[in-house]
Structure formats: structure tokens, C-alpha cells
């Protein structure tokens, strides 16, 4: 049940949900003046946007951890080939780490919602 605040009643009763963020956590929106610019070119490669986005009509790529040694800070680039492809429906409440794209400009970094992959690392135990 979520309460009037957003908070369920678990959330509510639990002190570890500190609902006050300290007012420095997030820094100022602050719009800068811009001028349109020229669209460079960018070389396409494994990080471009260009290869890591899918389309919306795409299959979107789900790998299974679960049972494979996998170091994300160094098996991330061959990912494709280190994981195994995860069959079927992902369980509910299972533990997933969900790869995004997200890049930088000149100007700006970015963070997409733009889902490139999905790596199931743990799936919740059958109870009897």
C-alpha cells in the first residue's frame, strides 16, 4: 500500500529510507545559451552510438550470469561472447543489471533510457 508521501508502509516504518536528501545532492539545472552547431562526423565502433543503439522493432539481448564468472569492470566489452543467452521469461523479483547508453559531447554528458542489453545475475529460489 503506498501511503499519501509515495512511501509504502514497509518504507514508512524503516529508518534505513531517508526521505530528506541533503539539498546539495543534486546540482543546480542551470540552462546555458546555445547556438545551433554543424553536425560532425563520428567514427563508428563498438562504443559509438551508432552500434549500441537498438531500434525499437530490435531483439533486445538478455545474458544469464548466473552461473558464468563474470567481471563487469573487465568482461563488459565481450560481453556477447563470454554470457550465455538467458532462455525464457525473466523470473519476478529476480536481480538484474540493465545496461543504458549513455555518452558524452563536447558540451554535455548524457544518460539515455535507451536499454542496449540485460544481464540476469540472480533468480529468485522456488519455495515448497
Same mark, same amino acid.
Do not use: Q
Given at each position: 500500500?503506498?501511503?499519501?508521501? $509515495?512511501?509504502?508502509?514497509?518504507?514508512?516504518?524503516?529508518?534505513?529510507? #531517508? !526521505? #530528506?536528501?541533503?539539498?546539495?545532492?543534486?546540482?543546480?539545472?542551470?540552462? !546555458? &545559451?546555445?547556438?545551433?552547431? &554543424?553536425? &560532425?562526423?563520428?567514427?563508428?565502433?563498438?562504443? =559509438?552510438?551508432? &552500434? +549500441?543503439?537498438?531500434?525499437? #522493432? /530490435?531483439?533486445?539481448?538478455?545474458?544469464?550470469?548466473? *552461473?558464468?564468472?563474470? @567481471?563487469?569492470?573487465? @568482461?563488459?566489452?565481450?560481453?556477447? =561472447?563470454?554470457?550465455?543467452?538467458? +532462455?525464457?521469461?525473466?523470473?519476478?523479483?529476480?536481480?538484474?543489471?540493465? $545496461?543504458?547508453? $549513455?555518452?558524452? =559531447? /563536447?558540451?554535455?554528458?548524457?544518460?539515455?533510457? #535507451?536499454?542496449?542489453?540485460?544481464?540476469?545475475?540472480?533468480?529468485?529460489?522456488?519455495? *515448497?
Amino acid at each position: 500500500m503506498i501511503s499519501p508521501e $509515495g512511501a509504502s508502509a514497509a518504507e514508512s516504518s524503516d529508518t534505513r529510507f #531517508n !526521505k #530528506n536528501a541533503p539539498s546539495d545532492m543534486f546540482s543546480p539545472i542551470i540552462p !546555458k &545559451k546555445s547556438t545551433p552547431s &554543424k553536425a &560532425k562526423a563520428r567514427p563508428s565502433g563498438p562504443g =559509438t552510438p551508432s &552500434k +549500441t543503439l537498438l531500434a525499437y #522493432n /530490435e531483439h533486445l539481448p538478455v545474458y544469464d550470469a548466473r *552461473k558464468t564468472p563474470f @567481471d563487469f569492470e573487465f @568482461d563488459l566489452p565481450r560481453i556477447s =561472447t563470454l554470457l550465455p543467452s538467458f +532462455t525464457g521469461e525473466i523470473p519476478f523479483s529476480s536481480f538484474v543489471v540493465v $545496461g543504458i547508453y $549513455g555518452g558524452t =559531447t /563536447e558540451r554535455v554528458t548524457h544518460l539515455g533510457c #535507451n536499454v542496449v542489453w540485460v544481464v540476469v545475475c540472480g533468480t529468485p529460489t522456488l519455495r *515448497k
